[in-house]
């Protein structure tokens, strides 16, 4: 987890994206469902997260979404609501984060590894325009890996594996950037650089020479 790496050593940078490129709480969607629900908070949070869980590894839809989170939480919540509900798990993107991202690109490959869903993802760049409108997201980064399209799910060595080999990169000289530590842990083991993004890291800390 060493934040005094040589850059010069990489040439590749795994991104993840949530706690690295846009703020996150992870844990406001659930709060809230919580508090609108009567049924028991432990049972009712353990569902939540299975369904998050094959939300985001691509086992269910968008619809399938909605209506299981519904129906474990006994709301009646319209599509738009809960979409809405669900994004509040998300923050800001950094005005800056467009340009640093563009100079780190022109030196080493970029790509994003993400355990993530469509609707945040349609969020994220909404959010990314608004607040970048010079560059579009996808410009940014040689390869975008969601958890929902390649039905893989960090912390899982198979999730390293695929994109090592999907991008042909060499573990040696690629770097895992990710605010979870037991992600950081399995790239860790898997051969990978890594840097743990802690609350008080930001990317210009990291890359101050760029």
Same mark, same amino acid.
């Given at each position: 987890?060493?934040?005094?790496?040589?850059?010069?050593?990489?040439?590749?940078?795994?991104?993840?994206?949530?706690?690295?490129?846009?703020?996150? /709480?992870?844990?406001?969607?659930?709060?809230?469902?919580?508090?609108?629900?009567?049924?028991?908070?432990?049972?009712?949070?353990?569902?939540?997260?299975?369904?998050?869980?094959?939300?985001?590894?691509?086992?269910?839809?968008?619809?399938?979404?909605?209506?299981?989170?519904?129906?474990?939480?006994?709301?009646?919540?319209?599509? $738009?609501?809960?979409?809405?509900?669900?994004?509040?798990?998300?923050?800001?993107?950094?005005?800056?984060?467009?340009?640093?991202?563009?100079?780190?690109?022109?030196?080493?490959?970029?790509?994003?590894?993400?355990?993530?869903?469509?609707?945040?993802?349609?969020?994220?760049?909404?959010?990314?325009?608004?607040?970048?409108?010079?560059?579009?997201?996808?410009?940014?980064?040689?390869?975008?890996?969601?958890?929902?399209? $390649?039905?893989?799910?960090?912390?899982?060595?198979?999730?390293?594996?695929?994109?090592?080999?999907?991008?042909?990169?060499?573990?040696?000289?690629?770097?895992? $950037?990710? /605010? &979870?530590?037991?992600?950081?842990?399995?790239?860790?083991?898997?051969?990978? &650089?890594?840097?743990?993004?802690?609350?008080?890291?930001?990317?210009?800390?990291?890359?101050?020479?760029?």
């Amino acid at each position: 987890m060493n934040t005094n790496l040589d850059l010069s050593k990489i040439d590749a940078i795994m991104f993840d994206l949530g706690g690295v490129i846009i703020d996150v /709480d992870m844990e406001a969607p659930y709060k809230k469902l919580l508090t609108m629900s009567d049924r028991n908070q432990n049972d009712l949070l353990k569902d939540l997260r299975n369904i998050a869980y094959q939300y985001e590894i691509g086992i269910i839809n968008d619809r399938e979404f909605i209506s299981q989170i519904n129906h474990v939480s006994g709301l009646n919540l319209p599509p $738009i609501v809960l979409e809405n509900l669900w994004n509040e798990m998300l923050g800001y993107v950094p005005s800056y984060m467009g340009d640093l991202l563009a100079k780190i690109q022109k030196e080493k490959r970029t790509f994003i590894l993400s355990n993530t869903n469509p609707i945040h993802i349609r969020e994220v760049k909404k959010r990314f325009q608004q607040a970048i409108p010079n560059y579009t997201f996808e410009s940014l980064f040689e390869k975008i890996y969601y958890s929902y399209e $390649i039905n893989l799910h960090k912390p899982d060595l198979k999730i390293f594996d695929y994109v090592v080999n999907n991008s042909k990169l060499n573990p040696s000289s690629t770097l895992f $950037i990710d /605010d &979870n530590k037991n992600n950081i842990i399995s790239a860790l083991n898997y051969g990978l &650089n890594v840097i743990y993004m802690n609350p008080s890291m930001t990317l210009p800390k990291l890359f101050k020479d760029y």
